[in-house]
Each structure stands twice: as C-alpha cells, then as structure tokens.
C-alpha cells in the first residue's frame, strides 16, 4: 500500500476539482487530485458541443477543450495527479484526515492531507427517481449516459427516441441524436415552462423541428422486450386529463430529470446536507460542518455553467489556503431562501468580507427585482430583466450592505424574488 501526505487533497478531477487545486498550488501548498476515471475533465469530456468558457476564457469552447486549457494549466506546477484512483473511503480526523482510494495501478492508496476539497460533481436522477409506471424493455437511458455512449464509445442507443425532462442534458442529447440520423419525436416536461435554458432550447429543438409538450407526464413507458412508445398525458389546471392521454412510438427513452450532487462519500463522515441543494451546507468559508472538509462545484450544487464552476472552486482553493494558515471566517449570518427562490449558497455569509452568492428561481418572470433582506429590513434590491429556473443568478454581498446585521444575535440574510 502506497502512503502520501499532502496540505490539501481534492476528491475529484472536474472543472471544480481542478480550479481548486490550482489555486492551492499558487498559495504554495502541496496538493493532490484523486480522479477515478482515465483522464481529468470529468462531465466537460463527453460534452462535445461549444458553449463553454465565455466568462473565464472570453471564448467559446467545446468541453473537451475546456478542459485541455485547465489541463494545460496544471502542467508545471506541483500538483500531483491520481487518475483511475476511486476514493471509497474518508477518516476526517480534526489534525489529520485520509482518503482510502483504490486503483488498478496502486491497489489501495492512502492519502493523508490536512483539508480535504469535495469535488465529486454530481450524478443524473433516473428512472426509479421519477418512477413512471409500465413494463421494463431495454431502451431507457438517462441523457448523460446517452450522450456517453455516443460521444465517447461510439454506440447509437436508438433510432426513434423521445426525451422525457427538458433539462440541458435532454435538450443538448435531443439535437445530437437528430445530428446521427434519428428521429427525435419529443421532449416531454411535466412543468408549464422550460427546465433548461433558453439558448438550448432554441438550437437544440426549434432548430431542428422538435416539439416541446409542456405541462405533460409520461405516465407509461410501453414495450416488454425493447420500448415501443410512451403514453404522454397532458395536465391542464394542475389535473390529469386521461381522456387527452395519446402514444408516441419510439424505440428509446431519454431521461432528463434532473441531477443530484454526489453525496454517498460525504455522508459516511457525517458532512451535513442543504435540503435544498442536496449539497453540503457550508459556511462562508465553502467548508462544510466536518472542520477541514470544503466543498465546491456540483457536488456542492447544480451549476449550469462551468465558468460559475470554477470561479467558486477557485474561491474553495483559496480558503482552504487561508484556512490552514489559521484564519477562520468572521462573524456569520446565515442565508435564508425567501420567497420564490429555491435556494442560496453558501449557506451562511461574513459580515466582514465580500460575499459571493449562487441562487436559483423558483418562477419564471421577466421585470423581477432581487430582494436581499437583513433582519427583515431590505438593504439591496437588483432589477432582473428575466428570470428563470434554469439560469442560476449571481448576488454579491459586501461588508456595507450587510452592516446592519454587525451586533444583531444570530443575524439573518433572506433573499427573496418578487
Ligand atoms: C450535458 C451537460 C452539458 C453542459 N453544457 C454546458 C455548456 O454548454 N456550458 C457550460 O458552461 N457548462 C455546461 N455544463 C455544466 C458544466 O460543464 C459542469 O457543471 C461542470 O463541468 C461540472 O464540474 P465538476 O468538476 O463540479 O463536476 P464533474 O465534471 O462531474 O467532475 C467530478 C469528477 O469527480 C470524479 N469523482 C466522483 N467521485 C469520485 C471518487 N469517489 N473518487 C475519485 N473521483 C471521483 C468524477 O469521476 C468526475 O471526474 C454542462 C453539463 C452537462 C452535464
């Protein structure tokens, strides 16, 4: 068994997982990846289509090369690399905290470090999530798997499919299967609006004449060795409309129900969790309740840009930095979702320092106004031109507009959307 000891270990060798070993690097500590695929890049490698790297590059690339520019910048530093390694097992002992990873080349691996950065990205909600009623016939994907198997291996999963969620994955997955010569009937969203974003919606389905069936629910996958339809109800005033249920032949179902952060591992060492998010709770630091255990990108929530991604990884770097330097976080109030916002991280923010938030919508409204609210007084308010579930907002919070909090007991941030 191989034995090492490093300042930092980041779990995970994703866009988040990177950024924050790089900025761990430039605060001169010594660090490792632990990756357990091949290659770094996580989810960026099989997402093939451009779109990535407008805010952090100021150029529109593709995931691959995306992730070839972060590659790049690891190259030369000291950071040190362990790809096919899974990481099965943590110890967080409060001086000293271990990561068991098993791998093809070393067998077990034993890395020891003195703060840990959780970088495990996220994982695609299936079939047994949502559990739509009918038979069990081959044919039934989740998109990113899909999209794995075409990208990457080489495999067509169908040749007549449907998607069911109109989340990214759905919608990119729904213009790539067109591009190899299926025929792509539908995407199908329980919601009245849109789960991904509008950019993807306009050239992953106008472009390509998919219809969109909004407020409709598959109610029944058909087909018993292979699928052979599915049966779509469409919900008009919040009910069923079962006389209204038609069937569109297919021989593939994508699923595009959303994601939810990788949290097995964390779990096990007692990280507490954000009902909301599914992610860590952390504080303003990005550590999560474990002392020494910080989190960032999907793991710690949903993003949908990688830019947003590694702007907070960074931050996660830098504070594991200063946080084994010995600063700790200033005096804290913690960040409440109010109305129609489905969540805000971190968890808490510092009243001495800038904050940086990542909120998400729960309605879709074009002139809205953000509403940031200390102990029920408002103190910041921001015009929206739109906005929209899918598109996570950006909120910056400073030691002025959080001053009316400094001597209040147990001080509250609550952000609202109206
Ligand atoms: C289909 C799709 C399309 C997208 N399109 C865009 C787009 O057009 N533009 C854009 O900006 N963003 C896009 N995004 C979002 C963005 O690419 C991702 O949010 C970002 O790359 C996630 O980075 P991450 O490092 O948090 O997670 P990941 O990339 O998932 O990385 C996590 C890594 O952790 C590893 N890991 C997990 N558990 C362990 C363990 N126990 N031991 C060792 N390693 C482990 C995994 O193997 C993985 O490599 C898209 C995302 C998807 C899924």
């Not at 357990?36 to 779109?51: A, K, P, S, T």
């Not at 499919?161 to 990119?172: M, R």
Request: a neutral charge; proline letters at 5%.
């Amino acid at each position: 068994m191989k034995e090492l000891y490093f300042d930092a270990a980041v779990i995970g060798g994703g866009a988040a997982g990177m950024a924050a070993a790089l900025e761990l690097d430039t605060a001169g500590l010594s660090c490792a990846i632990i990756e357990r695929e091949d290659g770094l890049g996580g989810i960026l490698g099989q997402c093939i289509h451009n779109g990535f790297g407008l805010i952090e590059f100021d150029e529109e690339l593709t995931g691959p090369e995306f992730a070839e520019r972060m590659q790049e910048k690891l190259a030369g530093t000291r950071i040190s690399v362990f790809t096919g390694a899974t990481v099965m097992e943590m110890d967080t002992l409060p001086e000293i905290k271990t990561l068991y990873c098993y791998s093809a080349r070393w067998g077990v691996l034993k890395v020891n470090a003195k703060a840990i950065v959780l970088a495990m990205g996220c994982r695609e909600r299936n079939r047994g999530n949502i559990r739509i009623p009918g038979d069990r016939p081959a044919g039934v994907y989740t998109a990113g798997l899909a999209q794995r198997l075409v990208n990457i291996e080489g495999f067509i999963p169908g040749r007549n499919a449907v998607v069911i969620g109109s989340g990214d994955i759905g919608l990119i997955m729904a213009r790539r299967m067109s591009w190899i010569g299926c025929k792509v009937h539908a995407v199908v969203e329980i919601l009245p609006y849109p789960s991904g974003l509008t950019r993807n919606i306009v050239q992953c389905l106008h472009d390509f004449d998919i219809p969109l069936y909004l407020s409709h629910l598959t109610t029944r996958i058909i087909g018993r060795e292979r699928v052979e339809g599915v049966e779509v109800t469409p919900i008009e005033n919040g009910a069923l409309m079962q006389e209204k249920a038609f069937i569109i032949p297919c021989d593939t179902v994508l699923l595009s129900v959303g994601l939810v952060p990788e949290n097995e591992l964390s779990k096990t060492v007692g990280v507490g969790l954000n009902p909301m998010t599914n992610g860590p709770a952390v504080d303003s630091m990005l550590m999560t309740s474990v002392p020494g255990v910080f989190a960032c990108g999907n793991v710690l929530h949903v993003h949908d840009l990688v830019d947003y991604v590694v702007e907070e990884s960074r931050r996660a770097g830098g504070n594991v930095a200063r946080w084994l330097k010995g600063e700790r976080p200033g005096r804290e109030a913690r960040v409440k979702a109010g109305s129609n916002v489905r969540y805000a991280a971190p968890s808490k923010v510092d009243l001495e320092r800038d904050n940086k938030l990542y909120l998400r919508a729960m309605i879709v409204k074009n002139g809205a106004a953000l509403e940031v609210k200390v102990n029920n007084r408002i103190v910041k308010t921001i015009k929206k031109n739109h906005v929209q579930p899918s598109e996570m907002l950006t909120l910056e919070l400073g030691p002025k507009d959080l001053e009316g909090a400094a001597g209040v007991p147990d001080p509250m941030i609550e952000i609202s959307i109206n």
